[in-house]
């Protein structure tokens, strides 16, 4: 299988109306490239542009989803398509992303769990997902993580535990923690034995400058292929069969105790 990272750039001048007709052309490209394209994290409008959240909301089913739902069509992939800022039915608001079949029919969303802003931002502005979510792609079922999820190890568990052999995590991370970006993908898939494709956002977010260095890591932990900065698109060749190789060769998952479910 072969993946396709977009670090789509924010820049504050570009309508959200326009950078969806970019990303739909970026994911296009992809068309015989790709079988997996990922986005990042809050693209269409910022992930810190928080003044901007209640204005830009939208509907699953909103002008999003139906940009992207079209590139997935026509360039025959699948698309983790980042996330954007939910409007529920109830008016609440979350932080969700948005999965599409190569027949462009939306195969899954997942409300972010872990909201980042310590009683500011989105931790105030937009409520929590309670939902672990796996999308049974063919040959390499994927795990759903954003962002700041990133930071919590038992949450990559539970998805490995639900049968994801890869671990996708959109962000947009800013550049200051960069770091920790790297770092933190490579823990989560060292622990989990597992693919760890993690792609952020570049350009600026309402001021705050983006880490970009979208990469790919392997279950052995190895940095497969790391975005620069001014990189837009990476694209790495995944082995599913990688995956069981490893945790066979060096099976540290089978000598789990804590967090196992109680014996009856």
């Known amino acids: 299988m072969r993946a396709s990272l977009i670090q789509i750039a924010v820049d504050p001048a570009e309508s959200p109306e326009a950078r969806r007709a970019r990303a739909a052309s970026l994911v296009a490209e992809q068309r015989g490239v790709a079988d997996l394209v990922v986005l990042p994290e809050l693209w269409p409008v910022g992930a810190f542009a928080y003044e901007s959240f209640e204005a830009e909301a939208e509907p699953v089913t909103g002008p999003t989803h139906d940009a992207m739902s079209r590139a997935a069509r026509e360039a025959s992939v699948w698309l983790h398509a980042g996330s954007v800022v939910e409007r529920a039915p109830d008016g609440a608001l979350y932080n969700t992303a948005l999965v599409y079949a190569p027949s462009g ?91 760890v494709l993690a792609c952020g956002t570049a350009g600026n977010h309402a001021g705050v400058p983006q880490a970009g260095h979208s990469l790919v890591v392997d279950p052995w932990g190895e940095v497969l292929a790391e975005a620069g900065d ?35």
């Open 105 to 195: 029919d939306l195969a899954a969303t997942y409300r972010k769990i872990h909201r980042f802003g310590f009683d500011q931002g989105e931790a105030v502005l937009m409520a929590a997902g309670d939902e672990l979510v796996t999308v049974p792609v063919p040959g390499l079922p994927l795990g759903l993580a954003t962002c700041y999820d990133l930071r919590f190890p038992e949450l990559f568990r539970g998805l490995v535990d639900a049968g994801a052999l890869a671990l996708v995590v959109p962000a947009g991370w800013p550049a200051r923690r960069r770091e920790h970006w790297t770092l933190l993908a490579r823990a989560r898939a060292v622990e989990n034995q597992a693919y």
């Open 230 to 264: 001014g990189e837009e698109t990476l694209t790495v060749d995944l082995d599913p069969a990688l995956v069981a190789t490893t945790r066979d060769r060096f099976p540290a998952l089978k000598d789990r105790i804590l967090g196992l479910p109680a014996p009856r």
